[in-house]
T-cell receptor, first 114, second 108 residues
Framework: DVKVTQSSRYLVKRTGEKVFLECVQDMDHENMFWYRQDPGLGLRLIYFSYDVKMKEKGDIPEGYSVSREKKERFSLILESASTNQTSMYLC?????????????FGPGTRLTVL | KNEVEQSPQNLTAQEGEFITINCSYSVGISALHWLQQHPGGGIVSLFMLSSGKKKHGRLIATINIQEKHSSLHITASHPRDSAVYICAVGKGAQKLVFGQGTRLTINP
């Protein structure tokens, strides 16, 4: 079975803190994604990586950065957390493919910024 | 306007009822996905389709490419079907665009 794991299920941080969210997949997928999910807005893409050290901005990259030093690991960094970054964060991975785009999701991290 | 629109946003039904969730999209797609998210967050893929119809147990997904519309049906609904159902379309080769989700509650 494909497994995508995230470092925390729940996280509480203070405004201004630097926050690291980690994602690891065990299926040798080329693509990895970070999304945030908010009520009424659905999943929105923050960043996408299609290879080690490669990244591409998604729809809402402001306030976030990412790191992909190894193929299996994709980190999301909140440089200075703010209350409007309180959300559910979901990581996903998929093969690099020409047509279909099936993605496999981690369990999510619910981040609260106080 | 969102590229992927789902309706209804919330749906409450009694156990045993036939359920339909709709998805309309406005972009050219490579495939359409139906996903399920239970309380607690994890998302699983139910269907991936690019034409016609697929069936898995009590779940049926259909897509009409010309009308840019898909439906997810649940027959003989059960309380364990209570979840958020998400429609997503493949945009280009690698990315997905998601609908807002439909929160389904099945009462016993």
């Amino acid at each position: 079975d494909v497994k995508v794991t995230q470092s925390s299920r729940y996280l509480v941080k203070r405004t201004g803190e630097k926050v690291f969210l980690e994602c690891v997949q065990d299926m040798d997928h080329e693509n990895m994604f970070w999304y945030r999910q908010d009520p009424g807005l659905g999943l929105r893409l923050i960043y996408f990586s299609y290879d080690v050290k490669m990244k591409e901005k998604g729809d809402i990259p402001e306030g976030y950065s990412v790191s992909r030093e190894k193929k299996e690991r994709f980190s999301l960094i909140l440089e200075s957390a703010s209350t409007n970054q309180t959300s559910m964060y979901l990581c996903a991975s998929s093969f690099l493919q020409k047509t279909y785009n099936e993605q496999f999701f981690g369990p999510g991290t619910r981040l609260t910024v106080l | 306007k969102n590229e992927v629109e789902q309706s209804p946003q919330n749906l409450t039904a009694q156990e045993g009822e036939f359920i339909t969730i709709n998805c309309s999209y406005s972009v050219g797609i490579s495939a359409l996905h139906w996903l399920q998210q239970h309380p607690g967050g994890g998302i699983v893929s139910l269907f991936m389709l690019s034409s016609g119809k697929k069936k898995h147990g009590r779940l049926i997904a259909t897509i009409n490419i010309q009308e840019k519309h898909s439906s997810l049906h649940i027959t003989a609904s059960h309380p364990r079907d209570s979840a958020v159902y998400i429609c997503a379309v493949g945009k280009g080769a690698q990315k997905l665009v998601f609908g807002q989700g439909t929160r389904l509650t099945i009462n016993p």
